[in-house]
Nanobody, 127 residues
Framework: QVQPVESGGGYVQPGGSLRLSCAVSGSIFRSNAMGWFRQAPGKERACVAAISWSAASTFYADSVKGRFTISRDNAKTTMYLQMNSLKPEDTAVYYC????????????????????WGQGTQVTVSS
């Protein structure tokens, strides 16, 4: 069973930055599309950003465009989320998710398209 491990969450003031990492053991990472989701208290889990296996294609939620950057290093089997200009509304538990290659077109923002999930890391933006 694939078990991603997130790290890099924490407490930051508005306008600050954080970099999240998602480490996946095994070479399967290299063929999997990946995504970052977040869930705030009382809200549904929502996709923040997603990236194809080759990094040729990315997706961003409108609320984070221009502030967040998703990337991956297939040699290190690790995905990243650079978060800049953080706002209080970015406060949430952030989850890493992976999707096995299926050969079909999918909507990368849909949580049900993903096959495995990390445990999450808390990000709190507050003054």
């Amino acid at each position: 069973q694939v078990q991603p491990v997130e790290s890099g969450g924490g407490y930051v003031q508005p306008g600050g930055s954080l970099r999240l990492s998602c480490a996946v053991s095994g070479s399967i990472f290299r063929s999997n599309a990946m995504g970052w989701f977040r869930q705030a208290p009382g809200k549904e889990r929502a996709c923040v950003a997603a990236i194809s296996w080759s990094a040729a294609s990315t997706f961003y939620a409108d609320s984070v465009k221009g502030r967040f950057t998703i990337s991956r290093d297939n040699a290190k089997t690790t995905m990243y989320l650079q978060m800049n200009s953080l706002k209080p509304e970015d406060t949430a538990v952030y989850y890493c998710a992976g999707r096995y290659y299926s050969g079909r077109h999918v909507d990368p923002s849909k949580h049900y398209e993903y096959n495995y999930w990390g445990q999450g890391t808390q990000v709190t933006v507050s003054s």
